[in-house]
Each structure stands twice: as C-alpha cells, then as structure tokens.
C-alpha cells in the first residue's frame, strides 16, 4: 500500500513539474523546434549552472540533449578547439595564444571570486594575505601559529589545467610557490569535500561553490562572498567564460544567448555567480 | 595437404597476432617519439631523477616513481599474508562444502571496480587514520596502501589457491601420515612446493597495484613529492598522468606524462619478462 502511494506521489510531482516548467521560462522559446545533441566540458566552476540551464532547456525541449562534464578549464579549451565538444568552458580567460591557435570565441557570462575555505570546525577564519601566502607555500604549516589548534596545516590546490589554481596562485598568491606537499584535487566539488571532511584543511574552491560545509577565510578583513566579490572589494576575481571554435550558430548560439536572458541571469544568480549584463 | 578454409584460417590467425604485437611495440614508440622533445633537453635520466616543480621548469618525474613504489611494495606487504591465510583457508583448512562457497566469494571480489574501494576508503578509512595518528590529512602512503592491499589481495588469493590445489594429495597424505600439524604442513610442505605459484601471484598482483590509478588518485593526496613517511601523501605514476592529461598539448607538463607512460611500459614488461623467467626456470616444480 506504502509503495503504491510512493510512485503515486512521484507520478503527480514529474507530471507537475513537465506541465509547468514551460510556463514559466519565456526565455526558452527560441529553442522550440530545435533537436540535436550540444556537448560540454571544460570548468568545474561552471557545472552547476550548465546543468541548471541544460535541464531547463531540456525539459522544455525533449529534442535536445546536452551533456556537460568537467575536466578543468585547459580541458574545456582543448576539447572545444580539437571539435571534441561544442562549449568548452573557462574559469580563466583563454591566452591569446589559445585564442588565436584554436580561432575562439569568448561568452563571458559571470564574475566569480576563489576564496580560500577552511572546514567550519576550524576556529581560523581570518588571514591577512602575507599569512595566506606563507601557508601555500609551507612556511607556517601549524595551525597554532595562526591561533587555531596544534595541528599540522593540510594544504589542498589543485589540478595543472584548474582555471581556478591559475587566479588563486596569480592573484591570491601572487604567483608565489605552492608547496609540493600539498594535496591535489581535480575539481571544485572534490576540493570542497576534501576540505569538509578535513577539519586542519586549507584550499581554495569558486565562490558560487561555498555553501554551510565549507567556510570562507576572510582575507585583510574581507569575508569573500558574492557582495564582496560585486563590490570589487574581494579581489581575487575572475569570469566565467564559455568558448566555442568560432562564431557559434544554430543550438549552440540558443544555449549561449539563454545564459544572458532574465531566466539565465536567475540561474547564474541562484548558484552564487554574478551575471553580466 | 591443407585445404584452403584452414589456410585462409591460419592466415587470419596470423595476422591477428602479429597486430596485436605490433600495436605493443608501436605503443612503445609512439610514447617515446612523443616524449621526445623534453627527452632530448634533460635526457631520460634527468628526467627521471629530477623533482616536479613546473614553476621552475622542473618537469622530473622521482616523486612519481618513489610515490609508485612506496605505495605498490607496501600494497604487497599488506596482501601477501591477507592472501596466505585466505588462500591456506580456502584449499586446505575449511571444510569440503565450504571451500567451493568462499571461492565463489573471492571471485566475485576480483571483479569489484577500483573506484568502490576508492569511495569506501575516503569515507571511512581516510578520518580514521587521520584521528588515530594525528598526523596529516589522512591521504596519505599508508591509506592508499591499506586499501589497494585488500583490492589485490583477492588476485593473489585464487593464484595461491590454484599453486595449492595443484599439490598432489600424496604429498599431502606423507605429511600426515608422519603427524605433522596444520602449521607444518603449511610451511613444510605446501609452501615449498607451491612456491612458483606464489610468486606468479605476488608478481601479478605487484603489476595490477604499480597500474592501478584510482585508488592513488582519490587516497594519497597526490602530492608531487618524495614521501618521507608512510603518514605524507604522495602521487603515483598513474596519477601523475591522470592529472596532468588535462594541461595544454604543447606545454611541458604534457610532454613529461610520456616519461612516465615509458617508466610505467618498460616496468610492467620488465615483471612480465620475470614471471616468464621464473615460470621457466621453476618448471620442474608445481
């Protein structure tokens, strides 16, 4: 009897959300009548709003599919330029090498701050940006020194394609050393479960990507989040960019234009992302 | 005279083979022509001695090779007695209708994918070891070993099983007869005799640790530098390139995953060869 009333709930909510979804996305009738298969990669930072947009798109039109995977931003830059995708995404702006070398276009749609995260257990949640440069690079590596308890400080950076890495270390950091004995992890989401699970953990995730099992360090005084991030106080910033090879058309150009409509500005905002308008 | 269906036959076998060995070897040369620009810059050597600090335009890949081995050679200690006493178990102590269950079992465990006891690792053993020696992050040497130990152990387990089952029963009976105990028996008699077999699995099971990537990737913490203890993270071989696969074709660091895509080749032809060897050598054994 239980189960019956299971699939019966379920039954009722799919076929609410199929018969309302259109309603309220105006945005998404240029897609009416288009079909085919759009492929993504590229930043980690990006995936939770490619695959908010992509199921919007999707729901409203069962012709599309789009499929999105990571891989970090030199990933995104050269899947797209080899073909291998239609949008490869960056969570840095392309070089003008790459740029030039693979003939992209640019779609910068969001403003994004890194900030350093310790776990919330962690009572350090200040740092000045001597004391920040002097954890990477394993120069204080307890976290009493810091006023926190008497362990030793676990570093996390990640990745050699990282968009994200690449703004920490150059604005963050200013390009000084990050320690080799620090942990190395392969995309925003696996940073923040690493440092969530660590309670002497130190890293760095995309500022849309905080939420209550990370917490963000404040830097000089400056608590990294969205307002900061807008205001231009918090410095270490950067855009979300998706790249095609070329000037794109057809479902490509619709997916891309999506993401600076009213309803895709709505999603870059609900992920903790600032639009460009 | 052979007709024309078994020629046409053994042709199509042939060539199948020799495809496949010639994939092998183009394999071979094809990671060493594409290695070969930073190759002809430091040399394979300097390459392999050098430390990981693409800043400094460091491309070496040591703290790879070290990280491999501190992780496989301790995954072995971990399994090799795991193994012996499963496989002592399974073959010679457990009762007759049990043995065939337990088998069934560690067969089915062979086949478990690597990223299963990747996840249970990072979950439960990960905090664990960090809590219990308060050192670290709990990614470390040991971690990774611990786990790619009990994912090797069930390969090494049905090798030893098969070296012991092949041990003729009057050997076996003698043993008895004579009055030897269970422990005696083990290491009197089945160990000696079954010690070609032993080492098959111990060697193959060494190849499936040195390759696997997984499990490093997700419990070792992947830090590109020389371990100092069982406690520091490091990064093994086939993490490196799984890291790395993703930066810019042109650029160094790419170029460098070639190097050790050749260590990885030429080490896992180097064990092969060995258990061709030994195997030979030992063929009057069982």
């Known amino acids: ?277 | 005279m052979k007709n024309l269906r078994e020629q046409a036959a053994e042709r199509a076998f042939l060539l199948s083979a020799l495809a496949s060995c010639a994939i092998t070897a183009g394999i071979l040369v094809f990671m060493v022509l594409m290695g070969l620009p930073l190759l002809r810059e430091g040399g394979f050597l300097a390459l392999l001695l050098n430390s990981w600090e693409p800043y400094r335009g460091a491309f070496g890949v040591l703290p790879m090779v070290a990280g491999t081995l501190a992780i496989s050679l301790l995954s072995l200690l971990v399994a090799f007695p795991l193994s012996l006493g499963c496989s002592f178990l399974t073959s010679g102590i457990a009762p007759k209708p049990l043995r065939g269950p337990l088998r069934r079992i560690i067969e089915l465990m062979t086949g478990i994918p690597t990223v299963i006891y990747g996840f249970v690792g990072i979950f439960l053993l990960v905090p664990l070891i960090r809590e219990f020696f308060r050192h670290g992050s709990g990614m470390c040497v040991l971690t990774a070993a611990l786990v790619l130990g009990v994912m090797i152990s069930p390969t090494m387990t049905l090798f030893f099983c098969d070296a012991f089952d092949r041990i003729p029963s009057s050997y076996l009976k003698a043993a008895d007869a004579l009055g030897a105990g269970r422990a005696q028996k083990l290491i009197h008699v089945m160990l000696p005799t079954a010690k070609k077999g032993i080492l098959n699995g111990v060697i193959l099971a060494l190849g499936r640790a040195v390759g696997d990537t997984l499990i490093a990737l997700m419990l070792a913490g992947n830090s590109a530098r020389v371990p100092e203890s069982v406690m520091d993270p490091a990064r093994t071989l086939t993490a490196h390139i799984a890291l790395v696969i993703a930066a810019d074709y042109e650029s160094p660091e790419f170029r460098s995953i070639f190097t050790c895509g050749v260590v990885l080749y030429l080490s896992t032809m180097v064990m092969t060869f060995l258990v061709r060897y030994l195997a030979r050598r030992g063929e009057g054994n069982i």
């Open chain 1, 1 to 277: 009897m239980k189960k019956v009333s299971l699939l019966q709930t379920a039954l009722a909510v799919s076929v609410l959300v199929l018969a309302c979804s259109p309603a309220f996305c105006g945005s998404l009738d240029t897609f009416k009548g288009e079909k085919g298969v759009l492929k993504i990669s590229g930043g980690t930072a990006h995936i939770p709003v490619m695959k908010d947009a992509a199921q919007q798109v999707m729901a409203a039109n069962p012709g599309i599919q789009i499929t999105i995977a990571g891989g970090g931003s030199g990933v995104g830059i050269k899947q797209v330029g080899e073909g291998l995708v239609d949008i490869g995404n960056t969570g840095r702006k392309p070089t003008g090498d790459e740029i030039a070398r693979y003939n992209l276009k640019l779609f910068q749609w969001a403003v994004d701050g890194v900030a350093p995260v310790v776990n919330p257990k962690n009572k350090v949640k200040k740092l000045t940006k001597t004391q920040l440069m002097d954890i990477f690079a394993g120069k204080i590596d307890n976290w009493k020194a810091l006023g926190g308890t008497d362990r030793k400080i676990n570093l996390y950076t990640r990745d050699e394609a990282s968009g994200t890495r690449e703004v920490f270390w150059e604005k963050g950091l200013d390009k000084g050393a990050i320690s080799p004995s620090a942990h190395v992890v392969v995309s925003n989401g696996a940073m923040k479960t690493a440092v969530a699970q660590d309670p002497y953990g130190i890293g760095y995730v995309s500022v849309g990507h905080i939420d209550r099992t990370v917490a963000p360090v404040a830097l000089d005084g400056v608590v990294p989040t969205i307002e900061t991030v807008r205001k231009g106080t918090y410095k270490i910033a950067r855009g979300l960019f998706s790249n095609t090879k070329g000037e794109p058309a057809g479902l490509k150009k619709k997916f891309l234009d999506f993401l600076y409509t009213p309803d895709g500005m709505k999603i870059i905002e609900k992920h903790g992302f600032i639009p460009v308008r």
